[in-house]
């Protein structure tokens, strides 16, 4: 009787505190779900938010101002977030931007494991990759992605990162037994966060079979002499395992106690019952016994005993039934109450989150298609975050609840979640509600599912505003840009723009010792043609030489600038002095065709133009001055020499001629 007794206590005790136990590290580890899904949507968001600024983009181009202003912004985020260590970026050319960090010369951000990760997931978003810091050892988590280069390609990679340590931190928050922990591995295996520092980036075989044959689940392993209870799920957008382990004689060692009492305490009774007469074996030390078990099965089933209410006898056999039931009913009772007390937190804590949480169950058509679904619960932040009242929706369905009048929002999504058990994540505008929402829907038994979701709105407003203020501050720049580079007059490049490409040019000639000539020309007589037709025509006179210039300067790379008054400079690379002096005669001879009357001309009677050529091949130079000093004396010799004619410098210069009356 004793070992009947006790292993019917000890089976019973044994499962219900196993099953409670799984319970308890089942929901924590949802919980923990849940709060790392939240923690990094949110720095996910963030990284959008850096992508598609054009100043972080484009960081290697600007100057220190727009550079601290990068800086500014990121500090700011580590100031509003306390879950980022730190907010940076790292371009291919070298530069680091980054706060309150020091950077060396040897320092190279496309070596790190964060720059590589981003670039090799391109253009997603790569999550959660564990690294050590660069200078501080430390254990950190990486966020990034690559940075399209507005001329094509990837020029960068933005990245936050959070501290390992602090993940600890959030994760043990969650539990509820002395020896209850959980970590984080990769779906390889490898621990990226675990209280103990020195399994981080170690693998236990035990557990990574275990969690490799489902995607969640229970299971039991042995570290050392240590046995655990276990519970794993997957994380799937961001590629981990989620696992969360209490150990077995915590969970036991009040079973024991309890266990080893009631025994005990039967061993008592059946000491006792083998020192008594044959007619303390009668019905009346059985049937106590008997209903004792009867109803410890029913209280443990919640359920009221059959065949009515049994009232024990007064005497030794059946005080002792009566104190074992109160003494099993109290256990369990207690137990409920734990129970109760964790189910409630955790309903505490969904309540008051920011995100909306809403259960729903779905509704099928005769084909069994979805067609609908219930409102079956949600928290207060629901209202927020759709405007609906949580009163008005309980037990309706969508399509009488949300404005439309047609199919339900995400029906298509949602039914595939509750049919199927896929966990989904996305981001779509709501069309009756007016709204965007980030969306995670999880399938939660047979045909039901539960929505967490967030109104990002306002976000979507800020990237349109700034959308349209970019593309007006491109156009405003693009104008400031083309007027500080022509000539208002004539629309042909100005003299600061051919200061700037003959000295590229220039640079180019002396790396590649390619050729490159300039043609100087002036028009002859102006000042006369001036005072005669007045500055009006005089302006037009230059407008039409202008426009000659456009049209025989046909080739992409020469350069066509007005270099002051009537004079106009023409830089031609990769050409010799006689190709030059061949264009030189065509744009006089164009000049001529214009036939524009000059009646104080002393070279002709219409307008006439002298023009100067030098070649940067033909002589030894070391600036650009010395080719435009070069052009400038063959013009004078030009005008010299009677005007309405071009002269080439190509040897050394002999002395000037004398300069005409």
């Not at 980030?438 to 306002?458: K, L, P, S």
């Not at 180019?508 to 300039?518: A, E, M, P, V």
């Not at 309405?644 to 000037?656: M, Y």
Request: aromatic letters at 8%; a negative charge.
């Amino acid at each position: 009787m004793l070992l009947i007794f006790g292993f019917f206590i000890s089976t019973t005790l044994y499962f219900s505190e196993l099953s409670k136990s799984r319970a308890v590290i089942s929901r924590t580890n949802h919980s923990i779900n849940i709060l790392i899904k939240g923690y990094f949507d949110e720095i996910i968001n963030t990284i959008l938010v850096f992508d598609e600024n054009d100043k972080v983009r484009e960081a290697m181009s600007l100057g220190e101002v727009d550079r601290q202003k990068i800086l500014d912004q990121y500090r700011s985020i580590l100031k509003a977030n306390k879950n980022v260590k730190h907010i940076y970026s790292g371009y291919k050319d070298g530069l680091m931007l980054i706060n309150d960090y020091p950077v060396d010369g040897a320092f190279d951000p496309t070596a790190r494991p964060w720059y590589r990760a981003a670039m090799a997931t391109r253009p997603e978003t790569s999550i959660g990759l564990p690294y050590e810091d660069y200078m501080t050892k430390e254990r950190l988590i990486s966020t990034s992605r690559a940075l399209r280069a507005s001329g094509g390609g990837y020029g960068g990679v933005v990245s936050i990162d959070c501290s390992v340590n602090q993940l600890v931190g959030l994760i043990a928050q969650q539990n509820e037994y002395e020896t209850e922990f959980s970590f984080i591995m990769d779906l390889s295996g490898k621990m990226i966060v675990h209280p103990d520092p020195w399994l981080l980036g170690k693998s236990i075989g035990e557990i990574t079979a275990a969690c490799q044959k489902e995607s969640n689940g229970d299971f039991d392993y042995r570290l050392g002499r240590r046995e655990f209870l276990a519970h794993f799920s997957t994380l799937t957008s961001l590629g981990w395992i989620v696992v969360t382990v209490v150990e077995k004689k915590e969970i036991f060692r009040p079973f024991i106690s309890q266990a080893l009492f009631l025994i005990g305490l039967t061993g008592v009774i059946a000491v006792f019952l083998g020192s008594v007469q044959s007619i303390v074996l009668s019905r009346r030390l059985s049937r106590p016994l008997l209903e004792l078990g009867r109803k410890i099965k029913a209280t443990i089933a919640g359920d009221e005993p059959e065949g009515g209410e049994y009232v024990y006898p007064n005497n030794e056999f059946g005080i002792m039934a009566r104190e074992i039931e109160q003494l099993a009913e109290k256990e369990l009772n207690a137990k409920t109450r734990k129970l109760q007390a964790s189910e409630e937190k955790h309903r505490l804590l969904i309540e008051h989150t920011l995100s909306g949480v809403a259960v729903h169950e779905i509704v099928l058509d005769d084909a069994g298609e979805p067609a609908d679904y219930v409102f079956l619960s949600a928290n207060s932040a629901f209202e927020t975050q759709t405007g609906l009242r949580v009163a008005d929706i309980l037990g309706r369905r969508a399509s009488e609840v949300i404005p439309g009048g047609a199919a339900p929002p995400f029906l298509d999504i949602f039914g595939r979640v509750a049919l199927t058990g896929e966990a989904v994540s996305f981001e779509e505008y709501c069309q009756p509600l007016g709204r965007h929402y980030f969306v995670n829907a999880y399938r939660m038994g047979e045909g039901r599912f539960a929505t967490i979701f967030m109104d990002i709105t306002d976000r979507k407003e800020s990237e349109a505003q700034i959308h349209e203020l970019i593309a007006q501050l491109k156009t405003e720049r693009d104008l400031a840009q083309s007027h500080s580079l022509t000539d208002s007059m004539t629309g042909l490049f100005n003299r600061r723009f051919f200061d700037q490409a003959l000295r590229t040019e220039f640079s180019r000639h002396k790396r590649l010792g390619s050729h490159l000539s300039l043609i100087i020309l002036d028009v002859d007589h102006f000042k006369k043609y001036n005072d005669h037709y007045g500055h009006l025509a005089g302006d037009d006179c230059l407008r039409q030489i202008a426009q000659v210039l456009k049209d025989v300067v046909e080739r992409a790379p020469d350069i066509v600038a007005r270099y002051g008054g009537e004079e106009f400079v023409v830089i031609l690379p990769a050409t010799h002095h006689r190709g030059a002096a061949v264009l030189a005669e065509r744009i006089r001879e164009a000049v001529l065709r214009l036939a524009l009357p000059h009646v104080q001309s002393e070279t002709a009677p219409f307008v006439t133009i002298s023009l100067g050529v030098a070649s940067a091949a033909d002589h030894t130079l070391t600036d650009e001055a010395e080719l435009v000093a070069l052009a400038d004396r063959a013009l004078y010799l030009a005008k010299t020499k009677g005007r309405n004619r071009i002269e080439v410098v190509t040897g050394p210069l002999q002395d000037d001629p004398p300069a005409e009356p």
